[in-house]
């Protein structure tokens, strides 16, 4: 593997300070982390250890204060334009049929901007075959205010994903849906990974989570964060639900646990 | 003159075991340049209501007519056009899309339209952000504006295709009270300087009065309009 499908996504002696120079908070620092292409990552640890600084930090929204942090070969010195992102809070307009909003970064983003409305129909078959790889076929034309928010969150990750984006980022994609649900999502996600191999970081709380679609799985300390474990999951895939109650499976969620209450109790 | 909006007679219902009414016998006309809070309690039905004025919802029964023009008959993709063209929506979340930047958000909406040029466009769009003072926020994403800023570029996006009318759900639901007063200067000056219509959901007593008519449901119904034209 050549250094920078390696260290597809790193993060070199990363810190970052909210509110100006001496003052502030200090959100991450130190920070070290190395992803590499089509890796699934996963990063974990204590309330306001700095997990959602760390998405900001990778895909340029927020400016290392010392550092350096490089995505596919290059420093990041602004807003990426290879990323796709969901949050907890589905961003599907309201008035845009399920089928138009996963449309919607094809026309905004090269190189499907200019062509959007000469190959309409191929981009609508495309998306379909998106929405029906999710389960969501025969919904296109509902409004989302008519879909569940699994649902919901099922059709975000197709907009997602739809502009075929290098990296995907997803902080607490599932934090808002109940239990049942959010397994559910996680084969879906799954699924859509191993298909597609997109490099993706994901944040979250949820350690059982973090272990069942992860690659690898990043506990960060409390406050100033910093990367103190990196944990590789080496369990076969496809996993499924049975597997996250096998004992390997349990073992490491345990173990990611008390390295998570042992940064809690150092802060 | 023919309003804006009517809604007449209107009902919807939700079918089931136990059908669920959310609004009951609505009548209401919405003319150009009016400022129209819809007000009442939890579950009062104004959402739905919005909804069935925005023609994202059909009634089950009565008729919701768009400058004389009866919606009831008109295809899914007819009504989308509708909306599009006449109608621009804010709603309590900022619906902004991450990976993209304000301008580019407002964008959006104008490309889909599809009715001039890409330079025109991004005219448009830049003064639209500049006059909800937000200049130096228009190359940024949304993750890097606070929650009053990103509720402007959502009302700058509603705008976007020059709207006759702004539906607001809530809008100032997530803002503070500094910030909620602050959208409601700016649907005030919507009214009053480019003459649009804005009919907006609240249940902040102290922001509906700033709104010229007050609608008021209760369990589905009218209760009170303080601007309703007499038959």
Same mark, same amino acid.
């Given at each position: ?58 895909? +340029? ?87 569940? +928010? ?118 | ?52 004025? +925005? ?12 400058? +004389? ?163």
């Amino acid at each position: 593997m050549t250094d920078s499908a390696a260290r597809f996504v790193a993060l070199e002696g990363v810190s970052l300070r909210y509110g100006g120079e001496g003052g502030g908070t200090l959100a991450v620092a130190g920070l070290d982390l190395a992803i590499a292409r089509g890796e699934f990552a996963a990063v974990v640890g204590p309330s306001g250890c700095g997990k959602s600084t760390l998405m900001k930090l990778a895909t +340029g929204l927020a400016p290392a204060s010392e550092g350096a942090v490089i995505v596919a070969g290059h420093e990041v010195t602004g807003p990426l334009k290879i990323v796709g992102m969901a949050f907890q809070n589905p961003t599907l307009l309201p008035w845009r049929t399920t089928l138009d909003n996963v449309l919607l970064p094809l026309e905004i983003v090269e190189p499907y901007k200019s062509s959007f409305r000469r190959d309409r129909e191929k981009h609508v078959a495309r998306a379909k075959a998106l929405l029906a790889t999710v389960g969501l076929s025969g919904f296109e034309a509902r409004y989302p205010w008519q879909l569940s +928010g699994g649902m919901q969150q099922r059709a975000s990750l197709c907009r997602a994903l739809i502009h075929e984006p290098a990296l995907l980022m997803l902080d607490e994609p599932f934090a808002a849906l109940d239990a049942f649900t959010r397994e559910e999502l996680w084969a879906v996600l799954q699924a859509l990974w191993m298909e597609r191999r997109f490099t993706c970081i994901l944040v979250t709380h949820d350690l059982r989570e973090a272990v069942y679609l992860a690659d690898t799985v990043h506990v960060m300390s409390a406050r100033p964060g910093r990367v103190i474990e990196t944990r590789r999951i080496d369990l076969p895939r496809p996993r499924d639900l049975e597997a996250s109650f096998a004992p390997e499976f349990v073992g490491i969620v345990h173990d990611l646990r008390a390295r998570i209450a042992e940064a809690r109790a150092a802060a | 003159m023919t309003p804006l909006l009517e809604a007449r007679g209107v009902t919807r219902t939700l079918p089931g075991a136990v059908p669920v009414t959310l609004v009951r016998d609505i009548t209401l006309a919405i003319g150009e340049g009016e400022f129209v809070a819809v007000t009442g309690p939890s579950g009062s039905g104004k959402s739905s209501l919005l909804y069935l004025l +925005g023609l994202l919802d059909r009634p089950t029964e009565g008729r919701v007519l768009i400058e +004389g023009q009866d919606t009831a008959g008109l295809s899914a993709g007819a009504l989308a056009r509708l909306r599009r063209e006449r109608l621009g929506f804010v709603f309590q979340f900022h619906f902004l899309l991450p990976e993209f930047t304000a301008l580019e958000n407002l964008l959006l909406p104008m490309r889909r339209a599809g009715l001039e040029a890409e330079a025109a466009l991004r005219a448009r769009a830049e003064w639209l952000l500049e006059r909800f003072g937000l200049a130096d926020a228009m190359r940024k994403y949304p993750e890097q504006l606070s929650g009053g800023m990103r509720q402007r570029v959502a009302v700058a996006r509603a705008l976007a295709n020059d709207p006759a009318l702004v539906l607001a759900d809530e809008p100032t639901g997530n803002l503070d009270s500094v910030n909620a007063a602050g959208m409601f200067d700016l649907f005030e000056s919507l009214v009053s300087e480019h003459g649009r219509s804005i009919v907006v959901v609240t249940h902040d007593p102290h922001l509906a009065v700033r709104a010229g008519r007050q609608v008021r449901l209760v369990d589905g119904r009218i209760v009170e309009d303080t601007g309703a034209v007499p038959a």
